[in-house]
């Protein structure tokens, strides 16, 4: 049974822009030669880096929106987005 949280308007929206996307890993790092330093964060010498997945800008923006315009607890977004992209399990 999906989450409610996969089923409002918004993350249907965000559903469909990755749909959309067209990703060149590539041509993603060539356009942007700070990707790795936008898209990975390190902390407690754990390194986090999402910059090799499939995220752009437009992508955040819409994860963000999730979190302060429909009031989302931010935890929630995160989990089901990695699940979506099937790196943590359902």
């Known amino acids: ?8 308007p918004a993350w249907q929206a965000l559903a469909q822009h990755r ?23 390190a902390h407690a010498g754990i390194l986090l880096d999402y910059s090799k997945h499939l995220v752009t800008d437009e992508t955040m923006q819409r994860l963000n929106n999730e979190v302060t315009g429909n009031k989302k607890e931010p935890a929630a977004v995160a989990k089901q987005f990695l699940q979506d992209q099937g790196l943590i399990k359902k």
Do not use: I, K
């Open 1 to 8: 049974m999906p989450s409610t949280l996969t089923r409002l």
């Open 19 to 41: 749909r959309e996307q067209a990703f060149d890993m590539r041509a993603l790092f060539a356009t942007d030669p700070r990707r790795f330093d936008r898209y990975s964060l």
